[in-house]
């Protein structure tokens, strides 16, 4: 039940995080993107099979962008029935929507512009109380429940704009929160919060690159006072798609 303030009553937390997550593997980045759109492509036709639509958050940052060029490539860009897709995003960078730092200027140059997504399908985070988020069906304590949402990882182990110590990772009942000091540029974004996140029914992890490492185990591990180990849907799927040079070991 949304009360008028577009805030959620109720919060589903997941109870005591999971034990250690074993991440898919992949050799490079090229078979990061290749593995990733396989698994979105799986998800995509599922959901439309079993409800007719497919609600989709997409993730900011540069671990995606492979992803979403390879979606929009064959079989995917003929094989997914996009005009049965919603789009919207798991987090924003409050900049301008044609501005080289928003992930939604991204996900269009990398996915949309090519593959056949109604325009008015398609819901840029622009704003904390965003309209379009009320269209997304509910789980039964009244949160949008995504059918795929995607996620990278930062090397202090945030994900989407939910950044270690900041209160919006506490927030239980606001389905988006401005984060207004966020350690990486730009500072101002918003950020799905994680009761959202963690009522999806499948979430993908995205991570790359040798830097990610660290962070990566902490999450894998489940360390608490990592931001992304906090990702853990209620009645969903997790999955990590990681390559070697995160994965390490
Ligand atoms: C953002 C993201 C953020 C991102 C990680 C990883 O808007 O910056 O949503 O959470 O996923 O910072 O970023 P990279 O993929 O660029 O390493």
Same mark, same amino acid.
């Given at each position: 039940m949304t009360s008028t303030d577009g805030t959620v009553d109720g919060p589903r937390l997941p109870g005591d995080l999971e034990t250690a997550i074993t991440p898919v593997v992949v050799a490079d980045p090229t078979a990061l993107a290749e593995a990733a759109a396989r698994w979105t492509a799986e998800r995509i036709g599922r959901a439309i099979g079993d409800r007719g639509t497919c609600y989709l958050a997409l993730a900011g940052g540069a671990t995606p962008k492979g992803c979403y060029r390879r979606l929009a490539q064959p079989p995917y860009d003929?094989?997914?029935?996009?005009?049965r897709l919603f789009v919207y995003w798991s987090d924003e960078r409050r900049?301008?929507?044609?501005?080289?730092?928003s992930n939604y200027a991204m996900a269009r140059a990398a996915l949309l512009d090519h593959v056949p997504v109604p325009k008015d399908q398609v819901f840029p985070? !622009?704003?904390?109380?965003? &309209?379009?988020? *009320?269209?997304v069906p509910k789980d039964p304590s009244g949160l949008p429940r995504f059918d795929v949402i995607h996620l990278g990882i930062g090397e202090?182990?945030? !994900?989407a704009s939910l950044f &270690?110590?900041? *209160?919006a990772l506490t927030e239980?009942?606001?389905v988006v929160r401005a984060v207004d000091d966020a350690p990486k540029p730009p500072p101002h974004r918003l950020t799905l919060t994680l009761p959202v996140l963690n009522a999806a029914r499948a979430i993908l992890v995205m991570a790359s690159g040798a830097s990610k490492r660290e962070a990566l185990a902490r999450v894998l591990r489940r360390d608490p006072a990592l931001p992304a180990s906090h990702v853990q849907p209620v009645d969903g799927e997790l999955e990590f798609i990681v390559d070697q040079a995160a994965f390490g070991r």
């Open positions: 003929r094989a997914v029935r996009w005009n900049v301008p929507l044609d501005d080289p730092a985070l !622009t704003q904390e109380r965003l &309209p379009a988020l *009320d269209r202090d182990g945030h !994900t &270690p110590g900041s *209160d239980r009942h606001a």
